[in-house]
C-alpha cells in the first residue's frame, strides 16, 4: 500500500494475509484507493488486487454459517471473527462465505468487504 497513486510514493503497508478485503474509496488511472478492515486507506496498482470477492468476520461472537439465507436456517459451521473468506451471491440480508473448503451463508452484518455494510 502507498501513499499517493504511483510507484514514486512511499510504500505504508505490506499485506501478506491470502483473500484480505478492502473497499476501493477512489480510482486514479490503474491505481485504486482502498480502506481495509482497520480503516487503513492507501494505494495500490489494479494489477496488486484480486477480482475475488472476500470479507471478513467481523464482531465479539463466534459467527452461523447456515445452509440457506434466512435466520432459521440450520447452522452448518461456526467462524470467528476475524475469519477470512470469498463471498458469493448476497440476499436478503446474507452472503455465501467459504472459508477453507467450508460454506454457508452468514449475515451481512457480521462481515465487512465487498456488498457488506
Not at 472459508?99 to 465487512?112: L, S
Request: net charge neutral.
Amino acid at each position: 500500500m502507498r501513499t499517493g497513486p504511483s510507484t514514486e510514493f512511499p510504500v505504508t503497508w505490506v499485506y501478506k494475509r491470502e483473500n484480505l478485503p478492502v473497499k476501493v474509496v477512489a480510482v486514479h488511472s490503474v491505481w485504486r484507493k482502498v480502506q481495509d478492515p482497520d480503516g487503513e486507506q492507501g494505494w495500490f496498482h489494479v494489477r496488486l488486487l484480486s477480482p475475488k470477492r472476500a470479507a471478513i468476520v467481523i464482531g465479539k461472537e463466534i459467527g452461523a454459517l447456515r445452509d440457506a439465507p434466512e435466520a432459521s436456517a440450520h447452522i452448518s459451521w461456526r467462524v470467528e471473527p476475524g475469519v477470512v473468506g470469498l463471498i458469493e451471491e448476497c440476499e436478503k440480508g446474507y452472503c455465501r462465505f467459504e472459508t477453507e473448503g467450508r460454506y454457508g451463508y452468514i449475515e451481512m452484518a457480521r462481515i465487512w468487504g465487498d456488498e457488506a455494510p
